[in-house]
């Protein structure tokens, strides 16, 4: 069975850096994207950055030039580094991992479980 676990979410103060990383596992396929998401507490989910092996970098207006997404093909696992945290940064972030399997002509898709970040001023 596949798992995309996340972890490096925590409470910062603003101004401060984190970085989340998204780890797959569990099966025979290679690490094809990652997309971030995050979600505040009433607010519908939002798009942050997305990648495909490490090409093609697209970022939400809100964080551009702060975030960095990434990815490291050989250990599974995507990364994004937020620096110049903000409040408005805080909510759940989850990532969306693009696996191409061996056995399978198309990618599946997988989502983490997210990881809190809170930023305080």
């Known amino acids: 069975q596949v798992q995309l676990v996340e972890s490096g979410g925590g409470l910062v103060q603003a101004g401060e850096s984190l970085r989340l990383s998204c780890a797959a596992s569990?099966?025979?396929?290679?690490?094809?994207?990652i997309e971030w998401y995050r979600q505040a507490p009433g607010k519908q989910r939002e798009f942050v950055a997305s990648t495909t092996n490490g090409e093609g970098k697209d970022y939400a207006d809100s964080v551009k030039g702060r975030f960095t997404i990434s990815m490291d093909i050989a250990k599974n696992t995507g990364f994004l580094q937020m620096n110049s945290l903000k409040p408005e940064d805080t909510g759940v972030y989850f990532c969306?991992?693009?696996?191409?399997?061996?056995?399978?002509?198309?990618?599946?898709?997988?989502w983490g479980q997210g990881t809190q970040v809170s930023v305080s001023s």
């Open positions: 569990g099966g025979t396929f290679t690490l094809n994207g």
């Open positions: 969306r991992a693009d696996l191409l399997f061996v056995s399978l002509a198309v990618p599946r898709y997988y």
